[in-house]
């Protein structure tokens, strides 16, 4: 059975161009009613313009589908409140955001200007948070709604010269984690896709034979699972290039020291027991880890 978003409605941010445009393209292609949002600036986050939504729309009614262009700001609170009544004015509901806008200032950290490092952090992470906000209500409501957020390799694994892009990607991971929980009773599922393509973004970084091989629309495949009625909850989603895989967040098996015998000493001395990664195991929830420590703590007298 193919997935489909017939009668759904699509809001996807940093849509006018790279990743953005696919995903809306696509999710158009597929059915759902888009909402194109882009400020239409330049990489770093500077310029404006209403031009880029505005065609990437003109490119969905060619395809024979709804869209609505809008160029407001992710981190401008009142204009994302506008764009949500709007959206839910305009097409009744609102069942599928991705959180997909976002600008690079990169600079190694010593380098550093700490206003640039605040600018990335409030487009990536709280334009995220802000978008989500005024759509959690609505989707509450319906009990339904399909969230996406979008992270890097960065936020995971660290990249030099990537100080605050890191940062901003790691919180949307761990916004992910809280609502995937609060959105649960609501049938609200949120995920996250951690990107490789060939974009505006990653010109200059990519060399030619990886321009051709990273392609937008493979990620957007990835992405339409993630926003699918059958979709899961609370997974990232690598993509790039046709590989797939699920990243995610283990504890080591770990060791339980007996309270007499906590020292740094003691715990230096099995480092190597204690990060093993053998019996790693991915947590649903804090709770989980809890019981797994309150476990090992009952077999230590
Ligand atoms: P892009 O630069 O083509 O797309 C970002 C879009 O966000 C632009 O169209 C820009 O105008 C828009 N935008 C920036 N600030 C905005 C704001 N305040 N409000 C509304 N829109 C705003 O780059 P790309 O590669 O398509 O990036 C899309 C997302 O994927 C970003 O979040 C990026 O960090 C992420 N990503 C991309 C990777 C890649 O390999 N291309 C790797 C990992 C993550």
Redesign the pocket.
């Known amino acids: 059975m193919s997935i489909r978003f017939d009668g759904r409605v699509a809001l996807v941010?940093?849509a006018?161009?790279?990743?953005?445009r696919t995903h809306a393209l696509e999710l158009a292609r597929r059915g759902a009613k888009v909402v194109v949002?882009?400020?239409?600036?330049a990489?770093d986050?500077s310029g404006a313009s209403s031009e880029?939504a505005q065609k990437v729309v003109d490119e969905i009614r060619a395809l024979g589908g709804e869209a609505l262009a809008n160029g407001?700001?992710?981190?401008d609170e009142g204009a994302v409140a506008r764009l949500v009544k709007e959206t839910h004015e305009t097409f009744g509901r609102i069942d599928i955001l991705v959180n997909?806008?976002?600008?690079l200032r990169d600079k190694s950290f010593a380098k550093m200007e700490m206003s640039d490092f605040q600018r990335v952090l409030d487009?990536?992470l709280m334009?995220a948070a802000k978008v989500t906000r005024a759509c959690w209500p609505l989707m509450r409501e319906q009990r339904y709604g399909r969230i996406v957020m979008?992270t890097?390799?960065t936020g995971l694994f660290g990249n030099f010269g990537q100080s605050s892009y890191g940062a901003a990607k790691a919180g949307l991971v761990g916004l992910m984690h809280t609502l995937k929980l609060e959105g649960q009773k609501d049938n609200i599922h949120v995920n996250t896709i951690m990107?490789?393509?060939a974009?505006?973004?990653?010109e200059g970084l990519f060399p030619p034979e990886m321009i051709q091989r990273f392609k937008?629309e493979q990620v957007t495949a990835g992405l339409m699972c993630l926003l699918d009625e059958q979709a899961p909850t609370g997974l990232i989603l690598a993509a790039g290039g046709g590989f797939f895989a699920t990243s995610q967040v283990v504890e080591s098996g770990g060791i339980t020291l007996p309270s007499e015998q906590v020292t740094p000493e003691a715990i230096r001395d099995r480092w190597a027991e204690l990060s093993d990664t053998a019996g790693a195991t991915p947590f649903f929830a804090v709770e989980n880890e809890l019981k797994k420590i309150i476990g090992a703590l009952g077999k230590v007298s």
């Open positions: 941010t940093g006018g161009g790279g990743l953005g949002n882009d400020l239409g600036g990489v986050g880029a407001a700001s992710v981190t997909n806008a976002g600008i487009i990536h334009g979008t890097s390799p990107p490789i393509a974009t505006r973004m990653t937008p």
